[in-house]
């Protein structure tokens, strides 16, 4: 079965660093989440994207997170520079159709030191 | 805005044994799905069953089915004949229709014992 693939797996970082996290999702799926998941809690949408189009970042803190799909395929998520609170686990999912089923990446546990 | 209630912080039941968890909701939206996820150890998030809110018949996906009341905003999931690989968090979500949103609740963490 086709997967979800992100990268890295694990990164370390110094606060005030700069970090990207890298997503490509099944193709073919149009839609495209990025999910921050704190230990022992549910995942929160940073941000949603159809096709190359941000559908809702709402919940992204946009002074230092950023995110793009550029041609509506894989997708970037940036954080500059980071901060002790970002320490998270970075989920990607998509889907062909929503509301039929999410795909989740492995994810990338970030550790800001 | 919508939210998902997970009550049960963490529950144990013995392998073989029935186990019921709860989930409530929020909305004002009339087109909506409802999802459990499974997240076991590895992290991976893991479908376990969805429900159309349109239907009113409540979805199964072999020892998994959901009990669905609208009017309530209610959506647990019953879990039969436990097995040790049940063992993970579980997610209740909610889809919007019209846009795709997906918010989770908290999660449930599930022990299932020998």
């Known amino acids: 079965e086709a997967e979800v693939a992100q990268s890295p797996r694990y990164k370390i970082t110094e606060k005030s660093q700069a970090v990207a996290f890298w997503c490509d999702p099944i193709?073919?799926?149009?839609?495209l989440y990025w999910y921050r998941q704190i230990l022992g809690q549910g995942p929160e949408l940073l941000v949603q994207?159809?096709?190359?189009?941000?559908?809702?970042d709402s919940q992204l803190p946009k002074d230092r997170f950023s995110a793009e799909r550029l041609k509506g395929v894989d997708s970037t998520l940036k954080i500059q520079p980071a901060e002790l609170g970002d320490s998270a686990m970075y989920l990607c999912?998509?889907?062909?159709?929503?509301?039929?089923?999410?795909?989740f990446g492995s994810g990338t546990q970030l550790s800001v030191l | 805005a919508q939210t998902v209630t997970q009550s049960q912080p963490e529950m144990s039941v013995q392998e073989a044994e029935t186990v019921t968890l709860s989930c409530t909701y929020d909305?004002?939206?009339?087109?909506?799905?409802l999802f459990w996820y499974k997240q076991p150890p590895s992290r991976q998030m893991i479908l376990v069953i969805r429900?159309?809110?349109?239907?009113?018949q409540n979805a199964t996906e072999n020892r998994f089915s959901v009990n669905f009341q609208k009017a309530a905003k209610s959506f647990s999931l019953k879990i039969s004949d436990s097995q040790l690989g049940d063992t993970a968090m579980y997610f209740c979500?909610?889809?919007?229709?019209?846009?795709?949103?997906?918010?989770f609740g908290k999660g449930t963490r599930l022990h299932i014992l020998p």
């Open positions: 994207f159809q096709d190359e189009s941000v559908v809702d």
């Open positions: 979500a909610f889809m919007r229709g019209r846009d795709d949103k997906i918010i």
């Open positions: 999912a998509s889907s062909l159709e929503a509301r039929e089923k999410l795909f």
């Open positions: 909305t004002s939206e009339s087109n909506y799905y």
């Open positions: 429900q159309e809110a349109y239907k009113q």
């Open positions: 193709s073919g799926h149009a839609t």
